[in-house]
C-alpha cells in the first residue's frame, strides 16, 4: 500500500497581526497550482489526497517570504506515511526532488528520528516534541517563516521553537506526494 495523506486545507497569513487568511486551494480544482514529477494530487470529497509515489505540487500564485502556512492534515496509513511541505524552494520546481536541496521542508511523517519527524524542519531543525495524532485522525500544522527564524507548531505544541537558517528569503511553496 501507497503511503497516502490527505490536505482539508492550505492557508496562509503574513505576520502582520491584522492580516486575514488566504486560502491557497480552493476544494474543487488545481487553479494556481502545478505539478512535477510522477506522484499525483487528486482532489476527493474537497481534500487533495497523494497518489502513485514521489512529486511536488507547487503554488505559482506568488512567492512566499515572511508568513504564516496552515496545512490541515491527516495520514491514512502509519507507520509509513511520508510526505511534506516546502516553503521558500529558490524558484520553481523542475523535478520532484528539487525542493529538498533547494527550499526547506516541513516534514510529515510519524516514523522518522528527531530531524525527520512530523513538525522538523527536515535536516536543519529537530524537533523538540512529538506531537502527531494518530492516522485517520486531523492534525494542523503552523509553520512560521520570519526571516532567517522558523517556528513549527503541530497541534498546538511547539516542535520546532527557533529554527534558524539564512540560504532562501522567498520562493513559492509545495507539498510532497510520496511513495
Known sequence: MTPRFLLLALTLSSLLPAADWKPLF???????WEHVGP???????????????MGLLWYKGEKLANCTVRVVFKTVSTPGAN??????????????????????EVQIDSRGDDWHA???IYSISKITRRAQKPAGEWNTMEIVANGSHFKVSLNGVVTVGDGQDSRFAEGPIALQSAG
Open 83 to 104: 510526505s511534506g511541505v516546502y516553503i521558500r524552494m529558490e524558484e520553481p520546481p523542475k523535478d520532484p526532488w528539487y525542493g529538498v536541496h533547494n527550499g526547506y
Open 26 to 32: 480552493n476544494g474543487k480544482d488545481f487553479s494556481g
Open 118 to 120: 512530523t513538525g522538523a
Open 39 to 53: 506522484g499525483r494530487f487528486v482532489i476527493e470529497d474537497g481534500n487533495l489526497k497523494t497518489e502513485g509515489g
